[in-house]
């Protein structure tokens, strides 16, 4: 079955770009998908069909997809960033999978 | 605006069946393509896709744990309900239900989720 295989930690400082990265073949998926989740909190949706917004995600965060690797990019990092990050596909038959999760630490 | 609220025993025994509602407005699962699935997340650890439900009943679940969910519908009062039979102490986890846009393949609105603990 298809796979999602984040790094479990990322760390960046303040103002730096942070990149987070998902592999695997489920990535050939027609659409990926970035949920940030905040301790105690449900996920946030981040970043839609690879590299979309939705309405009132900042312009800071990006989604990008090359060959079987997808990547977050959250530029000029801030300490409210600091998350798990979570990548998922559905390849529209029988199954929704989500990545491992990366955490994201804001030194 | 579209909101969702899970429901249901914060404890249950093993060998139970687990029973959770997910309450929701601002839309209409009669809306073509709009579905509502449920997510697992056990302490600590990744989130896992359980079940999808459709208006017109189309269901899906993930394949290692079908035998054990049922997913179903009541259009009259907004509500998704998820039974889990036979759960175990490895099945403790927040579960949350979430929106599935028309045309879509993300959960853009999610409930606060529900612990659920599987103890004796």
């Known amino acids: 079955s298809d796979v999602l295989t984040q790094p479990p930690a990322v760390s960046v400082a303040p103002g730096q770009t942070a990149t987070i990265t998902c592999g695997g073949n489920?990535?050939?998926?027609?659409?990926l998908h970035w949920y940030q989740q905040k301790p105690g909190q449900a996920p946030v949706l981040v970043v839609y069909?690879?590299?979309d917004r939705p309405s009132g995600i900042p312009e800071r965060f990006s989604g990008s997809k090359s060959g079987n690797t997808a990547t977050l990019t959250i530029s000029r990092v801030e300490a409210g960033d600091e998350a798990d990050y979570y990548c998922q596909v559905w390849d529209g038959t029988r199954n929704i999978i989500f990545g491992g999760g990366t955490k994201l630490t804001v030194l | 605006q579209i909101t969702l609220k899970e429901s249901g025993p914060t404890l249950v025994k093993p060998t139970q069946t687990l029973t959770l509602t997910c309450t929701f407005s601002g839309f209409s699962l009669t809306d073509s393509g709009v579905a509502v699935g449920w997510i697992r997340q056990p302490p600590g650890k990744a989130l896992e896709w359980l079940a999808l439900i459709f208006g017109d009943d189309d269901k899906r679940y993930r394949p290692s744990l079908k035998s054990r969910l049922t997913i179903t519908q009541d259009t009259s009062k907004n509500q998704v309900v998820l039974t889990m039979t036979n759960m175990e102490p490895v099945d403790t986890a927040t579960f949350y239900c979430?929106?599935?846009?028309?045309?879509?393949?993300?959960?853009?609105?999610w409930g606060q989720g529900t612990l659920v603990t599987v103890s004796s």
């Open positions: 489920g990535v050939g998926s027609p659409s």
């Open positions: 979430a929106h599935k846009g028309r045309g879509m393949t993300d959960f853009d609105y």
């Open positions: 069909d690879d590299s």
